[in-house]
C-alpha cells in the first residue's frame, strides 16, 4: 500500500526553524521526483522545493531559497525539509508529493509562525 506521512509542523516564533520529514512506504522514493507543496488560508497550494533523490538535484520557490533545504534519505525512504528563518507568511500546511500533483500526497502538517 502506497503512504506518505508527514510530521514536524507546529507552532513557532518568526526567526525559528523547523524540520519536517516525510516517511514513504510502498515504494521507493529514489524512483520519483519528490516534492513539498504548501497551502495557507484563501491560497492555491504551492509547490516549495522540489528533489530528485537519485541525482540530489533540487530547485526551491524564490519565496524559500536561502531559507529551506530539501534533503532525501533513499535508504530510509524518508524525504526532509529542513526549515530556517521562519516568517509569518510560511504559515500554512505542508504537503508531501510522490511523482507530481497527479502522484502520491500525505495528509499533510500544520506549520504556523507566528509571535
Known amino acids: 500500500q502506497v503512504q506518505l506521512v508527514e510530521s514536524g509542523g507546529g507552532l513557532v516564533q518568526p526567526g525559528e526553524s523547523l524540520r519536517l520529514s516525510c516517511k514513504a512506504s510502498?515504494?521507493?522514493?529514489?524512483?520519483?521526483?519528490m516534492s513539498w507543496y504548501r497551502e495557507a488560508p484563501e491560497k492555491e497550494r504551492e509547490l516549495v522545493a522540489i528533489?530528485?533523490?537519485?541525482?540530489?538535484?533540487?530547485n526551491y520557490a524564490d519565496s524559500v531559497k536561502g531559507r529551506f533545504t530539501i534533503s532525501g534519505d533513499n535508504a530510509k525512504d524518508t524525504m526532509y525539509l529542513q526549515m530556517n528563518s521562519l516568517k509569518p507568511e510560511d504559515t500554512a500546511v505542508y504537503y508531501c508529493?510522490?511523482?507530481?500533483?497527479?502522484?502520491?500526497w500525505g495528509q499533510g502538517t500544520q506549520v504556523t509562525v507566528s509571535s
Open positions: 508529493n510522490a511523482g507530481g500533483t497527479s502522484g502520491y
Open positions: 510502498g515504494f521507493a522514493i529514489s524512483r520519483y521526483i
Open positions: 528533489i530528485t533523490t537519485a541525482s540530489g538535484h533540487t
